[in-house]
């Protein structure tokens, strides 16, 4: 079955530290995207990707990085993680005519 | 800037009652919606795509597009209490696929 999963599902980290957020999908879909959802803000996009090798800042890409090291992998990085980033996040690919977005079951993450 | 509304941001129904959600977009050239049901902590699931004016119908799910008015709508028949969750409406271009525009979102609750 085709599936966007994500590891961890929880985190737990210390203001400082080194977070990385992991995301495959066995969509063979070009495009992968990396939100986050925050109570009255909704969905907002950090990352997204056109492919292995590309990474592309979406609204809000300030304190993360990205990187897209194969067609299924996509991950996010937090190199120094701070209590503002403790949030849900939502790993998601996509493709095909019309580019509906199949998404991961989240990775609450929180930064203390 | 694409912006999307939904309303209301709380539905409370009886099993059997019919739902309906509504969302407001304020650029009409967009011509991709989509509706996502999210279940409390859990990702999101596509119920219904539509891009063109008219009615989309996915089992229980109906979506209706006017571009004029600038509104798409969720109805919900025979709504049970599984349905219960946060509905989210999802507003892109093909012009520009990856900039997909959330609302917030509408907190179904469906009693027995």
């Known amino acids: 079955e085709a599936a966007?999963?994500?590891?961890?599902?929880?985190?737990?980290?210390?203001?400082?530290?080194?977070?990385?957020?992991?995301?495959?999908?066995t969509n063979n879909h070009n495009n992968m995207y990396w939100y986050r959802q925050d109570t009255g803000h909704g969905l907002r996009l950090i990352h997204y990707s056109y492919g292995a090798g590309s990474t592309e800042k979406g609204d809000i890409p300030d304190g993360y990085k990205a990187s897209r090291p194969s067609q299924e992998n996509f991950s996010l990085i937090l190199e120094l993680a701070t209590p503002s980033q403790t949030?849900?996040?939502f790993c998601a690919s996509g493709g095909g005519r019309t580019y509906e977005q199949y998404f991961g079951p989240g990775t609450r993450l929180t930064v203390l | 800037q694409q912006k999307v509304q939904q309303s209301p941001e709380s539905?409370?129904?009886?099993?059997?009652?019919m739902a309906s959600l509504n969302c407001t977009f304020s650029d009409g050239t967009s011509n991709n919606f989509r509706w996502y049901r999210q279940h409390s902590a859990k990702g999101l699931e596509v119920l219904v795509s539509i891009f063109s004016d008219g009615e989309k119908e996915e089992g229980r799910f109906t979506a209706h597009l006017n571009r004029a008015n600038l509104h798409v709508s969720l109805h919900i028949r025979e709504p049970q209490p599984s349905d219960s969750a946060v509905y989210l409406c999802a507003v892109s271009d093909d012009t520009n696929a990856y900039k997909v525009i959330f609302g917030k979102g509408t907190h179904l609750h469906v009693l027995p």
């Open chain 1, 4 to 25: 966007v999963t994500q590891s961890p599902r929880n985190k737990v980290a210390v203001t400082g530290g080194k977070v990385t957020l992991s995301c495959n999908q």
């Open chain 1, 87 to 89: 949030s849900v996040y």
């Open chain 2, 11 to 17: 539905l409370t129904v009886s099993e059997g009652a």
